[in-house]
């Protein structure tokens, strides 16, 4: 099973400045990793797939780069809509493989 | 617009089995080449795939789960469903139909349902 890790767990950041949001693979994923954002009592919205393509309707401030084992999330000036959970997934091996990181909170400075 | 919408109870009594549906609407799920899964999430916690199903028929389940998980699809219906037997509290969550398409990301979720394991 790949194991997906994401650091940090929360990051305090003020409206306007940039996030910078890591995710690891155990092993090679290639680009196959996806990012999700989760506001609370909703379910994730796909924002990044292949590491760097931007979902449907996803603003240009948020940017997905890496590949292999090691990813980054950047949201280049945080507005008062982008703080939530954000989640990595993998989904090199799919299927049957599937699986998410923990999450890292973007919550207000 | 694809749109998944969970229903089934909300109280499950431990050692009971927790049943859920996901009603597939905008698309059909015997037009193949997504896999139709079901994800669950602990309070306060994160994303935990429980297994998928495909339109023939064929399944896939989260080895920590395989033992308990069954996972079945109603095309006539457009509806796929989960059976967790066994439950206990750590099965209380919020349980998300979800849709996937082979090698590519999961893009459309139901909204979720909270399901309390309780006596």
Known sequence: EIVMT??????????GERATLSCRASQSVSSNLAWYQQKPGQAPRLLIYGASTRATGIPARFSGSGSGTEFTL????????????YYCQQYNNWPPELTFGGGTKVEIK | QVQL??????LVKPSQTLS?????SGGSISSGGYYWSWIRQHPGKGLEWIGYIY??????????????????????????????SSVTAADTAVYYCARAELANPVDYWGQGTLVTVSS
Do not use: H, M
């Not at chain 2, 919408?5 to 909300?10: A, I, R, T, V």
């Open chain 1, 74 to 85: 950047t949201i280049s000036s945080l507005q008062s809509e982008d703080f939530a959970v």
């Open chain 1, 6 to 15: 994401q650091s940090p767990a929360t990051l305090s950041v003020s409206p």
């Open chain 2, 5 to 10: 919408q969970e229903s089934g109870p909300g």
């Open chain 2, 55 to 84: 339109y023939s028929g064929s399944t896939y389940y989260n080895p920590s789960l395989k033992s308990r998980v069954t996972i079945s699809v109603d095309t006539s219906k457009n509806q796929f469903s989960l059976k967790l």
């Open chain 2, 20 to 24: 859920l549906t996901c009603t597939v």
